[in-house]
């Protein structure tokens, strides 16, 4: 009696910096992934997953080559390589928050250079070099960009005129005297996945589940549930003041003259709101912590 094997996706998820972040996103969306130190072959609670763990950098050009249905890179790295792949969407997180990072030309904050045009005849380093070149193209500039192994900061100024540098907060460039001269790329995570992989029924399925759930996670973050009792008196009032993906939920009460009230809403604005929905009448007022929101 011949068998057929479970279809698999084989995953790659990226190592190093977004490696803790990226399995907490995970098991919010409610994928929960084990590894240890040693081993690049990470387990996944669902059976259906496979994954791999690969520098970003390289992810997509695996991706591209079919070695990987899919993966999460930034894409600055599916720019750098130029492999086709599909971007799914993009999951707005990184190592110390929900911010996008930027591949700047840096510069030491004495040096004459001002503008693109000055990096005319100048040494760059940078770990993108394929980003770099495309930035002096555009404006008609030839330079020397030699590849850089990392501890690109310190190049300039003893080793080079400029670099071209991945920074979320700008305090490393700062820290080492340097100054933005410009702005190449903007750059989030996406999840990208193989053309044919995504051509693929049971794969493509698959991917827009990973994707709904990795999503809602993110939206998650931010947000959080109020549930609260008020009195009919009050209900206008405390609808209006309640922000909410739609509208508030409003259920009866057994006391005919009460109502209970939920709403999702901006954790940011709970601490301004809870007390006016106070004062409106609201009573029990509850705030829930969320795993996932799906629009």
């Known amino acids: 009696m011949s068998t057929t094997s479970e279809p698999k996706l084989i995953l790659g998820l990226p190592k190093g910096s977004l490696e803790s972040s990226t399995y907490e996103l995970f098991r919010k969306a409610g994928f929960n992934i084990k590894s240890s130190s040693r081993s690049y072959v990470p387990r996944c609670d669902d059976p259906e997953i496979e994954i791999r763990l690969l520098r970003a950098q390289e992810m997509s050009r695996y991706v591209g080559l079919g070695m990987l249905d899919a993966g999460l890179t930034g894409h600055d790295w599916v720019v750098e390589n130029g492999y086709e792949v599909e971007e799914i969407c993009e999951l707005v997180y990184s190592r110390s928050g929900r911010n996008p990072v930027r591949w700047v030309v840096a510069v030491p904050e004495n040096s004459d250079i001002k503008t693109a045009k000055d990096l005319q005849g100048k040494r760059i380093a940078t770990e993108a070099v394929g980003i770099a070149k495309s930035y002096l193209d555009q404006h008609g500039v030839s330079a020397d960009i030699e590849f850089s192994w990392g501890a690109t900061e310190v190049k300039a100024p003893d080793l080079v005129d400029a670099i071209v540098e991945l920074t979320e907060t700008g305090n490393s460039l700062r820290a080492n005297n340097l100054r933005v001269l410009d ?85 940011t604005v709970v601490r301004d709101i809870i007390p006016q929905l106070k004062a409106a009448g609201a009573e029990g007022i509850i705030e829930l912590a969320l795993n996932k929101v799906i629009p």
Do not use: C, F, Y
């Open 183 to 267: 702005t190449i790329l903007t750059s989030n995570t996406q999840l990208i996945a193989n053309p044919k992989s995504w051509k693929d029924d049971w794969k493509r399925a698959k991917l827009e589940q990973i994707s709904m759930l990795l999503t809602g996670a993110l939206v998650a973050e931010n947000n959080v549930l109020l549930k609260m009792n008020v009195p009919e008196k009050g209900l206008k009032t405390v609808t209006e003041l309640l922000p909410s993906l739609h509208a508030p939920t409003v259920n009866p009460l057994s006391d005919s003259d009460w109502h209970s009230v939920e709403s999702v809403l901006e954790e």
